[in-house]
């Protein structure tokens, strides 16, 4: 937002408040997901709970989401006016896609029965197949209302980051977390130990759903009192659709979206063929949990404060400064997922079971759970380093080169399934969603190249082998480690997982530092720095 009396945060002080903001929100995710696991293992509700949220559920995290494309476009546009044409500019867009968004709501509510038909075919062929699809219709129906919703907070949470606001969309989603983890204690609370009883497996999900919608209701509401004070704009109808700023939003948000919405078809094409694999659902749901913990994190912590940059470096004059920035983007991800990817694939198992295992979720489900969360670890670099790609594309305001990428996927995503999941059951279509990832971060990659006459390829590729190869020796040391734990300590016991993924964990992540220090990459060294500053002036202030 351009305001030559506002003082500009440092890319590190916003960094460090997406973090901590992030890291808390996250922590009652994981706690919520840890709970439900406890309170219905792999069964009905919990499966039913995972096709039921595609849609109304996917639409809250792609569309409301930090880094959704209604995100990226309102940040995209509003970082680049004034304050005082923001509000009417974000009135007229909030009402143009909240008329848009509640014939969606509508439209999914009349239209459920098939649509979860439509996600998951496999459930009518058996009779707990038949169980699981009647409780998903009626969650699914529950939380149609989040399409609504979804549109409402990307809108807004977009227009807080563009006036430097960043503690509040950070932290909001800790909202639906803890609505879900008071529906389960008060069902508990009424049923006991029956909680776990496969009878209440309607009545479990019914809550789930409720608790959901609740949790997405409340991150709406609690944005509305920022934009008033910040003059933001209000919950006010405006019709202004002929202003040049809504045509600018709307060139990047449909592209966008559309993108997203390829996502999130390659999303139910993983999950329509876990449909005919007994418990493939859960199992996605909590491996998939299990990343995106670190991996919403971190995304956020570089993300965030990369795309207003991207935006106001988008002019040919500015295009060595922002490849600069692209470079350290992508060195950012690799200096973080590539050794985490490590760690994740190495001590999947002890994680699992130190997070999931018990009540209703036993050694059997965190076998099945382990096998898929290996999958996803492979991925994460993949993962995230398309999504700084495609925040370039956006801050040049081309949604349309991601959105045809992303239709290609649908196709390709779709052939890497059926030829995978036969070999590799579930984890299988996590490695179907690996390699479209690394297909798009290659491909956006060769066509930024031309688009910015030529990308250092010699200077991104060379640094990004050296951390690959860093984080294998930090993984093979942290499986020694695991291993050396494991014959002393035996494997049996909360305590003993934990001290086990301690000094596991430990020695991998100290062996890829002293590995990645060798490299004297700018970018470790800097963090390195901001580090040390603020441990000696925490210890001077004390």
């Not at 509040?168 to 909202?175: D, H, N, Q």
């Not at 209000?234 to 592209?255: S, Y």
């Not at 950012?332 to 994680?351: E, G, K, R």
């Amino acid at each position: 937002m351009t305001d030559s009396n506002k003082p500009t945060r440092s890319l590190a002080g916003i960094a460090g408040i997406v973090a901590i903001a992030t890291l808390v929100s996250k922590i009652f995710g994981l706690v919520r997901q840890q709970a439900i696991a406890a309170a219905f293992g792999v069964g009905a509700a919990a499966d039913a709970y995972n096709y039921a949220y595609v849609i109304p559920g996917f639409l809250l995290v792609l569309l409301g989401g930090i880094n959704g494309p209604f995100h990226s476009a309102i940040v995209s546009v509003v970082a680049k006016r004034r304050k005082e044409d923001i509000a009417p500019l974000v009135e007229t867009i909030t009402t143009l896609v909240g008329a848009v968004l509640l014939v969606v709501t509508v439209l999914l509510i009349l239209f459920a029965e098939p649509l979860v038909d439509l996600v998951a075919p496999g459930l009518g062929r058996s009779p707990e197949g038949l169980q699981i699809r009647a409780i998903a219709i009626q969650q699914f129906r529950i939380m149609s209302p989040m399409a609504l919703l979804a549109g409402l907070i990307g809108i807004g949470f977009g227009t807080l980051n563009a006036a430097d606001h960043y503690w509040l969309p950070s932290i909001s989603p800790l909202f639906s977390s803890v609505t879900v983890l008071i529906g389960l204690g008060v069902l508990a609370l009424q049923l006991g130990g029956n909680i776990t009883n496969p009878e209440y497996a309607l009545l479990g999900g019914l809550v789930l759903a409720w608790g959901t919608l609740a949790g997405a209701v409340l991150q709406w509401l609690v944005q509305v009192p920022a934009q008033w004070k910040a003059g933001l704009g209000k919950l006010r109808l405006r019709f202004d659709f002929n202003q040049p700023a809504i045509r600018e939003v709307t060139k990047i948000m449909g592209p966008a979206t559309l993108s997203s919405g390829m996502m999130q078809i390659n999303v139910y094409t993983a999950l329509f063929f876990a449909s005919f694999i007994p418990q493939a659902a859960a199992a996605l749901g909590y491996a998939n949990l299990l990343v995106q913990t670190p991996l919403g994190i971190i995304s956020n912590v570089i993300l965030v404060p990369l795309l207003p940059i991207f935006s106001r470096l988008a002019a040919p004059e500015h295009w060595g400064e922002l490849k600069g920035r692209i470079r350290q983007g992508l060195i950012l991800t690799a200096v973080t997922m590539l050794p985490l990817s490590a760690l994740m694939i190495t001590l999947a198992f002890p994680i699992v079971r130190v997070v999931y295992e018990r009540f209703a979720f036993n050694e059997d489900a965190s076998q099945l759970v382990t096998s898929v969360l290996i999958a996803y670890g492979i991925g994460m670099f993949f993962y995230l380093g398309r999504d700084v790609i495609v925040r370039v594309f956006y801050g040049l305001g081309d949604g349309d080169t991601p959105f045809r990428v992303s239709v290609f996927n649908i196709f390709l995503n779709a052939l890497l399934c059926y030829f995978f999941v036969g070999p590799f059951g579930a984890p299988g279509l996590v490695f179907a969603t690996v390699g479209v990832n690394f297909f798009s971060m290659v491909t956006l990659l060769f066509l930024l190249d031309r688009r910015l006459n030529g990308l250092p390829w010699r200077e991104w590729l060379i640094p990004t082998a050296g951390l690959t190869v860093s984080s294998v020796i930090a993984g093979v040391a942290c499986w020694g480690a695991l291993q050396g734990c494991e014959r002393v300590l035996g494997t049996e016991g909360l305590l003993i997982q934990l001290i086990q993924l301690a000094i596991a964990g430990s020695v991998g992540v100290i062996v890829f530092v002293l590995c990645a220090l060798q490299l004297r990459l700018p970018e470790v060294e800097q963090v390195g720095d901001r580090l040390r500053q603020r441990f000696f002036r925490s210890r001077n202030g004390n």
